[in-house]
């Protein structure tokens, strides 16, 4: 089955669609790192967008302009890091994280890059196919995919719980809301990956990406 046509939803706070076999782009921070009217702006921009099959071939055709706009927004507030905890910058947190992304790959997804930051995480993966013996209570029926929200939600409530301990805090650690993307095509694929990988380059931290110690690219991929 073609994964372009098939395209069951998953749900967390926001519908979104999820084709099987599909590589995604996400972007997750750490709480209070985007202001609030920021993000109150985002959420309701990214609804409109996720209504696109109830709206016009006019309108589907600005889609993936304006969803380029609004992340563009989004990284710059959180490459400026002029908000909020930068609590990934202490490298028993970031090692937590490397840690647990590591962890899940080969069994919810196949991991294939990510690059901490000092309040948020790039990561690409594919969600792997549920094995027969495995229940997922978040998926939709027929899914035969781990759902990207039962994956966020296992990855960010693990780190978070950690990261608190070692922080000596209590309450909320990371954003609920995530940006996803999901990967169209190898061409696009390679990009993203450039991209990802080059953010503490753009912003100089490093001049090569090879040199930051948080950034991965799995040995499969070549970029």
């Not at 609030?36 to 609804?47: A, D, F, G, V, W």
């Not at 710059?76 to 962890?103: C, F, M, R, Y």
Request: proline residues 5%; positive net charge; contains cysteine.
């Amino acid at each position: 089955m073609n994964q372009y046509n098939y395209k069951p939803y998953y749900r967390r706070n926001l519908p979104h669609i999820q084709p099987p076999g599909a590589t995604f782009f996400i972007t997750f921070n750490l709480t209070g790192s985007i202001p609030k009217h920021i993000l109150q702006q985002y959420i309701t921009e990214k609804r409109k967008l996720e209504a696109a099959e109830q709206i016009t071939f006019k309108q589907k055709q600005d889609i993936p302009e304006k969803k380029r706009e609004w992340f563009r927004k989004f990284e710059e507030t959180l490459d400026q890091a002029n908000n909020g905890p930068v609590w990934l910058k202490n490298e028993q947190i970031a090692q937590l994280v490397t840690e647990s992304l590591h962890h899940l790959n080969g069994k919810v997804y196949s991991l294939i890059s990510y690059c901490i930051m000092a309040n948020h995480v790039h990561a690409v993966f594919t969600p792997l196919e549920i094995r027969p013996s495995v229940t997922d209570d978040k998926q939709t029926h027929n899914m035969r995919y781990h759902s990207l929200a039962s994956i966020m939600h296992s990855l960010k409530s693990y780190t978070a719980q950690k990261a608190n301990q070692i922080l000596g805090r209590s309450g909320a650690f990371w954003q609920p809301e995530s940006y996803d993307h999901c990967i169209r095509n190898p061409d696009e694929l390679h990009r993203i990956i450039r991209y990802v990988l080059n953010n503490p380059v753009k912003i100089g931290l490093v001049k090569e990406w090879k040199e930051w110690k948080w950034n991965y690219l799995s040995k499969t991929c070549d970029l």
